[in-house]
């Protein structure tokens, strides 16, 4: 399966796989962003990191066009050349992709993502895992405000993403796809208000104490 580069809206291209391989060997570390929706907490972490490789993945690529075109500018005018935006979903990752992170973060997933996190679907968590190095970090944010109010049809059959059911459901999968987490716990108030994504600031809105499930694992080696 091919790399496919976002660079704008409506625009794609192919990207080769031994660029990306060039890019990885020379950065100091890499770190993936996972379901990244507009790819802002991409572009900011690219920003304090530029020492780093940061690789934006999302399924859609029209969200990520605002970020790819800001960051294809010059320096001066906020470009930055160590991010790359890709479309790609969980479930099919392309090859060149195997193994690429330092670490992997997923915040506040959406759509097949969620699903698949939730309901500990072994393609989804799979592909996950096959992003990490062996040692590799992994953070996940979950978003329990959904089964709150206002709740989507297409998530009525989900359960709710308590610390309890990652324990229960989610270790398990992440686990058969060689990731071992630790306990997740509740966000306190502060930390889910200053989430670096937009989607947390729009689910925090108005919200005294968000109900944001976090856990964290590492990859076997």
């Known amino acids: 399966m091919s790399l496919v580069r976002v660079l704008g809206k409506g625009r794609t291209e192919i990207m080769d796989d031994a660029e990306l391989a060039a890019r990885r060997a020379a950065?100091?570390?890499?770190?993936?962003?996972?379901?990244?929706?507009?790819?802002?907490?991409?572009?900011?972490?690219?920003?304090?990191?530029?020492?780093?490789?940061?690789?934006?993945?999302?399924?859609?690529?029209?969200?990520?066009?605002?970020?790819?075109?800001?960051?294809?500018?010059?320096?001066?005018k906020g470009g930055v050349t160590n991010l790359v935006l890709l479309r790609a979903s969980a479930e099919a990752l392309p090859s060149a992709l195997e193994g690429i992170g330092d670490e992997v973060t997923v915040l506040l997933p959406w759509g097949k993502l969620l699903e698949g996190i939730v309901l500990a679907h072994d393609d989804v968590l799979r592909g996950v895992a096959s992003l990490l190095r062996p040692s590799g970090r992994l953070t996940v944010t979950l978003n329990g405000e959904i089964w709150v109010e206002s709740m989507p049809a297409r998530y009525g059959h989900l359960p709710v993403p308590t610390p309890e059911h990652v324990a229960e459901i989610v270790a398990p999968g992440f686990a058969r796809a060689g990731v071992e987490i630790g306990p997740a716990c509740y966000l306190t108030a502060e930390d889910a208000h200053s989430l670096p994504t937009t989607w947390a600031r729009k689910l925090a809105h108005g919200r005294a104490h968000p109900r944001f499930v976090r856990f964290d694992g590492q990859k076997r080696v």
């Open 27 to 76: 950065a100091g570390r890499a770190a993936v962003d996972l379901g990244t929706g507009d790819a802002h907490y991409a572009y900011r972490l690219a920003v304090a990191h530029p020492q780093w490789l940061v690789i934006a993945l999302d399924a859609l690529d029209e969200p990520m066009a605002d970020v790819a075109r800001k960051a294809a500018r010059k320096p001066a």
